[in-house]
């Protein structure tokens, strides 16, 4: 428990997460301080140009792994099967009704990939190198998670007819921005490796941090605001699924991790994505199929209590957690 | 004063994602002319939302506005009612005047 103590420490006197901090309280505070949305989109494009990079070059120095199809297989089983989890988590903790229930658990199979940044930040920080194919892992494991929250939806009959789901929304979810630039990126890293790397390190390496950190203050701003105008839907049991659901993905996701033989880094990665919940491709593909479920319940749940437990006080745990399990 | 000409302008404000369906829809009526405003911001009955910050499409909103001839007015109601009937979103028509009416 110490390591988890001083890792929580650390982990919340860094600049990244203070700068999610001043972002919820100045938005708790009714201050007007905002990010437009095209600086927030830019920076989006910049961190998963970066990431998706810096994971294609390192899979290009160290060769392909093994591991890697065992993960990709295990990522696209926990992105479909931790929705049944959640859902029944949220059947026994909350009073939701299967429609509401089964588009929250939607967004616990699928993962947030600014906690996975962060997750890089917090592995890199304290030492540990992480397979670079994880990047791919997290591609992998956007889409699964809906299909599972439609076949939910759809076996009740809840929610008029079931959920909706037709050949645009699977190209707009399979193909959606962030897949095709993180994949893009990772594509590119691989095949121009540290030469390639070398020649633009100065712009995708050095700043990354400082990116990340305005980001995540607009992150703060944005999980400020839902918690604010959302506060009368999100009741007692609904805040400690958000909370203790990331907790059960994560041992989910480290016993997969053992199971594959990850690196510390590894673990801490796939733990980081069974326990984060999606706040930008699942809502979307929500709204579309299946507008009678309240984007208020899932996305402040998701944003507003999920992301920052994770932000503050997941990550070091899971690296806890990770560090004891690997041995090191 | 030139000629003018009696017209309906139909505006829809429907949430972000629905947009390329709801366009779709709009052309499948026979009406290929309309235009897409962002929303910056606003509240109703499903709560607030905003533009600012947003990383995801999901919580945003965007207004289509089209100006067609009146006796078009019902094959665009229909086309389009199917799908933002179950949607979050404003519908309204309102009566105007356009000065060239062969382009709509």
Redesign the interface.
């Known amino acids: 428990m110490t390591g988890f103590f001083d890792l929580a420490l650390a982990n919340l006197g860094s600049p990244l997460i203070l700068s999610f901090i001043l972002g919820v309280a100045a938005s708790l505070a009714r201050s007007n301080l905002s990010i437009p949305e095209a600086t927030a989109k830019a920076m989006s494009i910049y961190l998963l140009f970066a990431i998706g990079f810096k994971g294609g070059v390192s899979v290009a120095d160290h060769g392909l792994d093994p591991a890697l199809v065992k993960t990709l297989v295990g990522g696209l089983a926990l992105s479909a099967g931790l929705p049944f989890v959640a859902f029944v988590l949220l059947k026994v903790m909350t009073g939701l009704d299967r429609t509401n229930a089964a588009a929250v658990a939607g967004h616990y199979g699928s993962i947030s990939i600014v906690t996975f940044v962060a997750g890089t930040s917090v592995a890199e920080a304290n030492g540990y190198a992480h397979e670079g194919f994880m990047v791919a892992v997290a591609a992998a494991m956007e889409a699964p998670a809906i299909l599972s929250a439609l076949w939910l939806i759809g076996r009740s009959g809840g929610a008029a007819g079931g959920g909706r789901m037709d050949a645009g929304l699977w190209r707009e979810i399979l193909l959606n921005g962030s897949i095709v630039l993180l994949v893009g990126a990772f594509l590119i890293g691989l095949v121009t490796g540290k030469d390639g790397l070398a020649e633009i390190e100065s712009f995708i390496v050095t700043p990354f941090k400082g990116v990340l950190c305005i980001f995540l203050l607009d992150m703060g701003l944005v999980a400020g605001r839902g918690i604010r105008e959302n506060r009368a839907v999100i009741r007692p049991g609904l805040i400690a699924f958000g909370i203790v659901m990331p907790i059960v993905g994560a041992a989910i996701g480290v016993a997969a991790a053992a199971l594959i033989g990850l690196s510390t880094g590894g673990t801490l990665l796939l733990m980081v994505l069974a326990a984060s919940a999606s706040y930008i491709a699942v809502p979307a593909a929500m709204r579309v199929a299946v507008p009678e479920a309240d984007p208020g319940i899932y996305l402040t749940l998701s944003l507003g209590i999920t992301f920052p437990f994770n932000l503050t006080l997941g990550l070091p745990l899971y690296l806890a957690v990770a560090r004891y399990v690997t041995g090191a | 004063m030139p000629q003018m000409h009696e017209a309906k302008r139909v505006s829809f404000i429907i949430?972000t994602?629905?947009q390329?369906?709801l366009t779709a829809a709009i052309e499948e009526a026979g009406v290929t002319g309309y235009s897409i405003f962002p929303v910056l911001g606003g509240s109703g009955a499903?709560?607030?939302w905003?533009?600012?910050?947003?990383?995801?499409?999901?919580?945003g909103m965007v207004q289509v506005v089209c100006i067609i001839r009146p006796d078009r007015l019902e094959a665009l109601l229909e086309h389009t009612f199917r799908l933002v009937e179950?949607?979050?979103g404003v519908v309204s028509v309102t009566d105007c005047q356009v000065l060239r009416a062969e382009r709509f």
């Open positions: 949430e994602p629905m390329s369906r499903s709560g607030r905003s533009r600012e910050g947003q990383v995801g499409r999901a919580g179950r949607h979050i």
